[in-house]
Nanobody, 125 residues
C-alpha cells in the first residue's frame, strides 16, 4: 500500500510560479512510475506530467510543456512539479499518482492505483 500526500498548492497571479510536492509512504517508491494529473472545474481529470522509476525520462502534456518541470528524489520518497509562467487555464486540483511496482510508465489513469487527495492551484488573471 502506498499513501501519497500533496502540498504546495495555492493562489497565484498569472505569470507566477508554484512548486508542488508529493510525499509517498513505504519503501517501494523507487520501483514506481509517478505522475501528476489535474482536474479543472467542469472538466475531466487529465495527465499533466509523468516520470519513470529512475527519473531518467519525463513526459509532459503539450499544454504544460516548457513551463512545468517534474522531478523525483527517491531518497526522500518525493516527487515535485515546478510550475512556471502559470496561466488561468492551469487552475485545477492537482493529483499525484503512483503506479504498481515495476509497472512501465503510461499516461493512462488506469496505470495508477494510488492517488493523493489533491491540492488546489488557482491562477488569477
Amino acid at each position: 500500500q502506498v499513501q501519497l500526500v500533496e502540498s504546495g498548492g495555492g493562489l497565484v497571479q498569472a505569470g507566477g510560479s508554484l512548486k508542488l510536492s508529493c510525499a509517498a509512504s513505504g519503501r517501494t517508491f523507487s520501483s514506481r512510475a509517478m505522475a501528476w494529473f489535474r482536474q479543472a472545474p467542469g472538466k475531466e481529470r487529465e495527465f499533466a506530467a509523468g516520470i519513470t522509476r529512475g527519473g531518467d525520462t519525463i513526459y509532459y502534456a503539450d499544454s504544460v510543456k516548457g513551463r512545468f518541470t517534474m522531478s523525483r528524489d527517491n531518497a526522500q520518497n518525493t516527487v515535485y512539479l515546478q510550475m512556471n509562467s502559470l496561466k488561468p487555464e492551469d487552475t485545477a486540483v492537482y493529483y499525484c499518482a503512483a503506479s504498481s511496482e515495476y509497472a512501465p510508465f503510461r499516461r493512462a489513469q488506469s496505470n495508477y492505483p494510488y492517488w493523493g487527495q489533491g491540492t488546489q492551484v488557482t491562477v488569477s488573471s
